[in-house]
């Protein structure tokens, strides 16, 4: 059940549209959200909280957490199956 990159609408124009709704609602309906933006959300969570309810990370911020690991690690994790 994957949508289409279109659907994606960034929390700053949603909450434009919807200046009623909560970040949390956001969230809700667009599960993917850039890890700066989350951790600006919960200061406290770590890295890879935000990991796991985002599995895909680009490959220059993995490369920021992971310096010593490869891109063919980067590659395995997210181009299986």
């Given at each position: 059940m994957q949508q289409g990159h279109s659907s994606y609408i960034p929390w700053e124009q949603w909450h434009q549209h919807?200046?009623?709704s909560s970040w949390q609602q956001w969230h809700h309906?667009?599960?993917y959200v850039p890890w700066e933006?989350?951790?600006h959300h919960y200061p406290h969570s770590t890295w890879q909280q935000w990991h796991q309810q985002n599995p895909y990370v680009p490959w220059?911020?993995?490369h920021q957490h992971h310096p010593h690991s490869s891109?063919?690690?980067w590659h395995q994790t997210y181009h299986q199956g």
């Open positions: 919807h200046p009623h309906q667009h599960p933006q989350w951790h220059g911020q993995w891109w063919q690690q």
